[in-house]
């Protein structure tokens, strides 16, 4: 029989969470495919080519007007499931989950301000701007994404399924996934081209899990 008293209910992800998971994957993937696609990585980024075309440069700015969005929604994710276990989560691993989530915000705010001093760098728009401040933007961009941003990621996805396995709310498979998921962040995403994009799908499959499993809660204690 399933346990319906004041443990278990402080256990259950609110809608919320989900909610604003959902959402921040959507938007993150977005804007990193738009990134990508604009400001382009091996001999046409060397050369800068890529940046006089139009529409790689309007991609970059969808993306800028996008990631300000994601990061507030990912913040209230965030909020939202520590608010839902606060009372029962372990409080070191509540702490690396919290610092974890902000300095992955501000990395990934960071490196959307580097993305725009690219496209804001001092030339005529339609022309190739300098080739040194075009690599250090790029150079500068990605690193903050992939080098910084992305490691904080794994971070925090590596302590929220720990918390998640020791409070018994997180699946098992949910759990070796978030490792494999935070152990690509941490390895490959500086490497590995496109290697962020697991972070949030990750966060998509949590979020449906947490809508889905929350829509099966009240019917599973009806029953019992």
């Known amino acids: 029989m399933q346990q319906t008293g004041p443990r278990q209910q402080a256990l259950e992800t609110p809608r919320a969470a989900g909610l604003a998971g959902v959402v921040f994957a959507l938007l993150l993937t977005a804007a990193i495919v738009l990134v990508r696609l604009g400001i382009p990585e091996g001999v046409d980024a060397v050369t800068a080519q890529g940046f006089t075309d139009a529409g790689?440069?309007?991609?970059?700015?969808?993306?800028?007007?996008?990631i300000p969005f994601a990061g507030i929604f990912f913040l209230w994710f965030l909020g939202a499931v520590r608010a839902h276990v606060g009372?029962?989560?372990?409080?070191?691993?509540?702490?690396?989950?919290?610092?974890?989530?902000l300095i992955f915000?501000?990395?990934?705010?960071?490196?959307?301000?580097?993305?725009a001093a690219v496209l804001a760098v001092g030339h005529v728009a339609g022309t190739t701007p300098a080739p040194a401040a075009w690599d250090f933007g790029r150079h500068f961009a990605y690193t903050l994404l992939t080098g910084y941003a992305m490691r904080m990621a794994a971070v925090f996805?590596?302590?929220l399924s720990v918390i998640g396995h020791l409070l018994g709310v997180l699946p098992r498979w949910l759990t070796a996934l978030g490792a494999l998921t935070a152990l690509t962040?941490?390895?490959?995403?500086?490497n590995v081209p496109w290697a962020e994009l697991v972070f949030p799908a990750w966060s998509l499959v949590l979020s449906v899990y947490i809508l889905v499993s929350?829509?099966?809660?009240?019917?599973?204690?009806?029953a019992t």
Do not use: N, Q
Not at 56 to 66: F, S
Not at 105 to 115: D, E, I, L, R, V
Not at 214 to 222: D, E, T, V
């Open 214 to 222: 929350r829509r099966a809660g009240p019917r599973a204690r009806a």
């Open 56 to 66: 790689r440069r309007e991609a970059v700015g969808w993306a800028l007007d996008l």
């Open 105 to 115: 915000t501000a990395s990934m705010f960071a490196a959307a301000a580097a993305a």
């Open 87 to 101: 009372e029962v989560e372990d409080r070191f691993l509540a702490t690396v989950l919290l610092g974890s989530g």
């Open 157 to 159: 996805v590596s302590s």
């Open 185 to 190: 962040l941490l390895f490959f995403s500086s």
